[in-house]
């Protein structure tokens, strides 16, 4: 089956750097995909590895290594408004999201 | 202003009565889906459509049906709720349904089967 991993919860400080990891096990695999949810809010996309490597857009960065069935979304210079809820997705036929990673930013 | 709507976005229903949630967009994506969110296990797919008359099954499609008659809507359909179809349902578009493409999810609707 399909499935992703990914830990529950993370905390860090705020103007630190967080790393959130995925873990992934797919039938087939195009690529992996990230996305934040703050509470009470619709999922938004943050980021797309197809290659491996690394992704930056700004303050967040993605990673991906198709050998190892692994990505990381990377947060720098974290700020409060970045607790929320990240998910790591890939798409088959159908799209497989992970549980989601709960993030905690301490002031 | 580019969106994804649904309808309603609170729904208290009892066993057995249909119903059926509205979703639309108005970016001409061809790719639609609907998702529900439970607290501890993420979003899961429920249904999802390629374009019009197309759809598929995604990881949890008992209890539900879809169709897409038009592209701009992709209503969710519950024949015979029962409790455990209590949760948070997303509908969310995207341009082609590939891979990378970003997809653009409604505001949710928070449902309740008593």
């Known amino acids: 089956g399909q499935s992703l991993e990914q830990p529950s919860e993370v905390t860090a400080v705020e103007g630190a750097i967080v790393q959130i990891n995925c873990t992934y096990q797919?039938?087939?695999?195009?690529?992996l995909s990230w996305y934040q949810q703050h509470d009470g809010g619709a999922p938004t996309f943050l980021s797309y590895?197809?290659?491996?490597g690394l992704e930056e857009t700004g303050r967040f960065s993605s990673f991906l290594s198709r050998s190892d069935s692994y990505g990381y979304l990377l947060l720098q210079e974290l700020q409060m408004k970045d607790s929320a809820s990240y998910f790591c997705?890939?798409?088959?036929?159908?799209?497989?999201f992970g549980k989601g990673t709960r993030l905690h930013i301490l002031p | 202003e580019a969106q994804v709507t649904q309808n309603p976005r609170y729904l208290i229903t009892v066993t057995g009565k249909k119903l059926t949630v509205t979703c639309s967009q108005n970016?001409?994506?061809?790719?639609m889906s609907w998702y529900r969110q439970d607290p501890g296990l993420g979003l899961r797919q429920i249904y999802y459509?390629?374009?019009?008359?197309?759809?598929d099954k995604g990881d949890v499609p008992e209890g539900y049906k879809v169709s897409r008659k038009e592209k701009r809507n992709f209503p969710l359909i519950l024949e015979s709720p029962s409790p455990n179809q209590t949760s948070l349902y997303f509908c969310?578009?995207?341009?082609?349904?590939?891979?990378?493409?970003?997809?653009?999810f409604g505001p949710g609707t928070r449902l309740t089967v008593t």
């Open positions: 969310a578009s995207s341009f082609q349904g590939l891979a990378g493409d970003e997809q653009y």
């Open positions: 797919t039938s087939g695999f195009y690529g």
């Open positions: 590895n197809a290659l491996d």
């Open positions: 997705a890939v798409r088959d036929d159908k799209i497989i």
């Open positions: 970016m001409n994506h061809e790719y």
């Open positions: 459509s390629m374009n019009v008359e197309v759809t």
